[in-house]
């Protein structure tokens, strides 16, 4: 697997000798691709580089996810591939980060006895040092303490793309939601300063980004604890005065913080998108309530109305699960129903999955695969018609895209994205450049992304002026 969004280092340092080569494998969420970002970067400083070929690596990382089983599972059995390999090649360096390090700690060591290091979620600036204890003949290494630093360095061209960034602007999770590991692997909230932030991106700008997307796994909740009225508007009202920039996203969003002074600072901010990533997990207030996600049915429908009502082109986009334990089929119609009456734009479904440690995980998963399977096929369905018949009514339209890069699938498009975060490939020149904002005519839809072609460019700024919609809408 090769991940495109490490590209920090210097790829063609050829001289570089094996030890400091680094592989990574990186599961999971998006703060894991920004942590593993920081990993490399904080390596790069002691002379390591990024290699994309294991057979070529003297350090083996992989940053894992445990949120399902399943990714948990493909971690370990990759893993322990390499388990010949280091017989024959002590000076390998193995290194297990991230969620699942976190959560199982030396325990793992008896799993994968060939494995150098545990490393946790927020002890990776300590990785430099640790590969050098285990060279020089250290028994395998565990670092999993939760209160270490939340400012790492970080080099002006990580990324997804050359014109895009993410910023971490908080770490850990508060909630308790039954079914999630999360608080156990990523600790209690902390928010980073917003004049650190601000800084932060004020040099991002200066690098040549133009979008950023604020992480924080209840980013919403954001400053929480840092007292003088600070939250998530802040730094949408802050990022609106850094030159260069022009576009702010936010991920991922719980329904409990969609509070009126952030839904404003969304309505009014020109760089706010009209996008939000709003998971529900079910559309059964009975089932909300064994889920702990201190929200119902009624809750989300209101906070999505008001959202819908006061900001123009404003794009929902969800996460389900279903097969909870004890779902019947009256609740699982109930997240069918809220998927039309909502109609988000995008959506995810997963099949729910025990994790040892979590509340749920001592309820019996009593609901069989084949309806797990059955129900999360027929949810997906759904969400992919009605996000079909949204994108249909763009066909026609001209849209303003910023693009992000070539096409995956073929090399004569490029894509890019509206604010509302469509996806729009169009055919492209052959040296299109990437963080231009284009207009492009929409000719064809499908569920998942709009087809079209370029019909102009405005390099300078977004042209389209924020939608302004009657205030009187307003959520107090
Ligand atoms: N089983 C299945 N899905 C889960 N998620 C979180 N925990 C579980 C679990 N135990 C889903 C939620 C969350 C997304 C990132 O993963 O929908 O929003
Ligand atoms: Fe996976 Fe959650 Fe950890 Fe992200 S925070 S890597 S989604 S377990």
Known sequence: MKPPYLMTLDETATEVPRDKRVY???????????????????????????THD?????????????????????AYSRLGSFKKRKAQDPNLVIALT?????????ALLAKLPHVDMIVGTREFHRLSDMIAEVRSGAEPLVATELDSPLEFHRSQNMGPSSCQAYVSVMRGCDQVCSYCIVPTTRGKEVSRPPEVILEEIRRLAENGVREVTFLGQTVNSYGKRLGDGVGLHTLLYGVEDIAGIERVRFITSHPRYMRPKLIEAMATCEKACEYLHLPVQSGSSSMLARMKRTYDRDFFLKVTDRMRNRIANFAIATDFIVGFPGETDEEFEDSMSLACEVGFDHGYVFKYSPRPGTVSHRIA???????????????MNQIMDIAQVKNEAYVGSTLEILVEGPSKNDPTRF???????????????????IGQFLQVKVDRATGTSLWGSKVGCSTESPTIPKPRLDPAHDAS
């Open 24 to 50: 990574f494998e990186v599961f999971g969420c998006q703060m894991n691709k920004l942590d593993s970002e920081l990993m490399l970067e904080s390596l790069s400083q002691s002379g390591y580089t990024l």
């Open 54 to 74: 294991v057979e070529d690596a003297g350090v083996i990382i992989y940053n894992t996810c445990s949120i399902r089983e399943k990714a948990e599972e493909r």
């Open 98 to 106: 991230g969620c699942v390090a976190q959560h199982h700690e030396s």
């Open 365 to 379: 998963d009593d609901v069989p695969e084949d309806v797990k399977k059955e129900r999360n096929n027929a949810l």
């Open 415 to 433: 894509t890019g994205r509206t604010r509302n975060h469509r996806i729009v490939s169009f055919a492209a020149d052959a040296d299109e450049p």
